[in-house]
């Protein structure tokens, strides 16, 4: 008896929407492909090595293949999983969308994350298949167009911001040492009423903290901060975002957006990641407008880099996230309470 597939699609946006991405501005054709990102309970993911005969033979990719006329994205990455792998998708999101120009094509890669699925994945088409972790990549050559994907898929689901303005510092430094503990592995230092000298140690202490569990830092908005005390790089908020011509040479660098315009810009400079809020009414903020989710999936629709959903949230609304486009969530009041490991390493159940 065949399972019933269950795919989490990506909510319709009118073609006549006035928002198109700089990435999908092309003089040639694009060939639209649908890309799995298929994950163990383990965190492993499955790469394929394309098979003699087709172009680039050889390198590693993530499975999948081109939509066909007419067929719809779920549609084709279940096809596809199943002509090349043998396996029925049950559970995937969608995730970032990726177009990369080779001498033989323009593709728009419609990358999935694959969750569940019946059946073990074998070569059905002579490639060869190998499991990795971010970790320890131990497959060579990859497609080039796997770069920055492998870079968004190393970023956790989880993105802490501090408040330590509100909680006080050493309450705060224990928190986040516990949420450390516990298996957050992002955080943003975030404290806008924090004198500068105290800004600078309470930031050090925390970059300490976190680096010691392998976590990384990035300092809102101050790069020569982040610099001086060794954090891991820098988080824009949407004003700075928009007066920036070009990318800082530093390590990670995130942005705040609220809107078309400021995901747009993002994307121009090549930001790592961005943050997209607020989704939900919070308490900082009481009667602000909110994007809900409908809003905000529409808005990723098609977009290059992991977004996190900002604003009213916890880490029960991950999946809710996935389920609407995002990479994972941000937030700032709900830093501790639940585990950490869990969602780093087993997206659904």
């Not at 049950?90 to 990369?100: C, D, L, S």
């Not at 970023?155 to 224990?174: H, K, R, S, W």
């Not at 939900?280 to 909110?290: A, E, K, N, R, Y």
């Given at each position: 008896?065949?399972?019933e597939?269950?795919?989490?699609?990506?909510?319709?946006?009118?073609?006549?929407?006035?928002?198109?991405?700089?990435?999908?501005?092309?003089?040639?054709?694009?060939?639209?492909?649908?890309?799995?990102?298929?994950?163990?309970?383990?965190?492993?993911?499955?790469?394929?090595?394309?098979?003699?005969?087709?172009p680039?033979?050889?390198?590693?990719?993530?499975?999948?293949?081109?939509?066909?006329?007419?067929?719809?994205?779920?549609?084709?990455?279940?096809?596809?999983?199943?002509?090349?792998?043998?396996?029925?998708?049950?559970?995937?999101?969608?995730?970032?969308?990726?177009?990369?120009?080779?001498?033989?094509a323009?593709?728009?890669?419609h990358?999935?994350?694959?969750?569940?699925?019946?059946?073990?994945?074998?070569?059905?088409?002579?490639?060869?298949?190998?499991?990795?972790?971010?970790s320890?990549?131990?497959?060579?050559?990859?497609?080039?167009?796997?770069?920055?994907?492998?870079?968004?898929?190393?970023?956790?689901?989880?993105?802490?911001?501090?408040?330590?303005?509100?909680?006080?510092?050493?309450?705060?430094?224990?928190?986040?040492?516990?949420?450390?503990?516990?298996?957050?592995?992002?955080?943003?230092?975030?404290?806008?009423?924090?004198a500068?000298?105290?800004?600078?140690?309470?930031?050090?202490?925390?970059?300490?903290?976190?680096?010691?569990?392998?976590?990384r830092?990035?300092?809102?908005?101050?790069?020569?901060?982040?610099?001086?005390?060794?954090?891991?790089?820098?988080?824009?908020?949407?004003?700075?975002?928009?007066?920036?011509?070009?990318?800082?040479?530093?390590?990670?660098?995130?942005?705040?957006?609220?809107?078309?315009?400021?995901?747009?810009?993002?994307?121009?400079l090549?930001m790592?990641?961005?943050?997209?809020?607020?989704?939900?009414?919070?308490?900082?903020?009481?009667?602000?407008?909110?994007?809900?989710?409908?809003?905000?999936?529409?808005?990723?629709?098609?977009?290059?880099?992991?977004?996190?959903?900002?604003?009213?949230?916890?880490?029960?609304?991950?999946?809710?996230?996935?389920?609407?486009?995002?990479?994972?969530?941000?937030?700032?009041?709900?830093?501790?309470?639940?585990?950490?490991?869990?969602?780093?390493?087993?997206?659904?159940?």
């Amino acid at each position: 008896m065949e399972l019933e597939q269950k795919i989490i699609c990506d909510p319709a946006v009118p073609v006549n929407d006035p928002f198109i991405h700089s990435t999908m501005v092309h003089s040639s054709p694009i060939i639209d492909v649908v890309a799995a990102v298929i994950i163990r309970s383990d965190g492993s993911f499955l790469l394929a090595r394309r098979p003699e005969g087709k172009p680039y033979a050889g390198y590693w990719e993530f499975p999948g293949g081109k939509v066909e006329p007419g067929e719809s994205l779920p549609h084709a990455l279940s096809r596809e999983l199943l002509e090349e792998l043998g396996i029925q998708v049950e559970h995937a999101y969608p995730w970032i969308t990726r177009v990369f120009t080779y001498p033989h094509a323009t593709v728009r890669l419609h990358f999935y994350r694959v969750v569940k699925w019946h059946g073990e994945p074998h070569p059905h088409e002579n490639q060869e298949l190998s499991w990795q972790f971010m970790s320890n990549i131990a497959v060579d050559p990859m497609l080039p167009a796997n770069a920055p994907v492998l870079r968004a898929l190393g970023l956790p689901p989880v993105y802490a911001i501090t408040n330590a303005v509100e909680l006080g510092v050493q309450f705060a430094l224990m928190q986040i040492e516990s949420a450390l503990q516990q298996g957050l592995r992002l955080l943003q230092v975030r404290e806008k009423g924090m004198a500068r000298d105290e800004l600078r140690a309470f930031a050090g202490e925390v970059v300490a903290l976190a680096h010691h569990h392998g976590a990384r830092v990035l300092v809102n908005g101050d790069v020569a901060l982040s610099r001086e005390i060794g954090a891991d790089g820098v988080h824009f908020p949407s004003v700075q975002l928009m007066d920036l011509s070009s990318r800082p040479d530093i390590n990670w660098c995130g942005a705040s957006c609220h809107n078309v315009e400021e995901l747009f810009h993002a994307e121009q400079l090549a930001m790592d990641f961005v943050v997209l809020g607020p989704v939900l009414p919070t308490l900082s903020h009481p009667g602000f407008p909110v994007l809900g989710w409908q809003k905000f999936a529409t808005l990723i629709r098609d977009y290059p880099l992991p977004v996190y959903a900002l604003g009213g949230l916890r880490q029960e609304d991950l999946i809710t996230a996935w389920e609407h486009g995002g990479h994972g969530v941000a937030m700032m009041r709900s830093m501790v309470g639940g585990s950490f490991d869990r969602i780093n390493t087993v997206p659904v159940e």
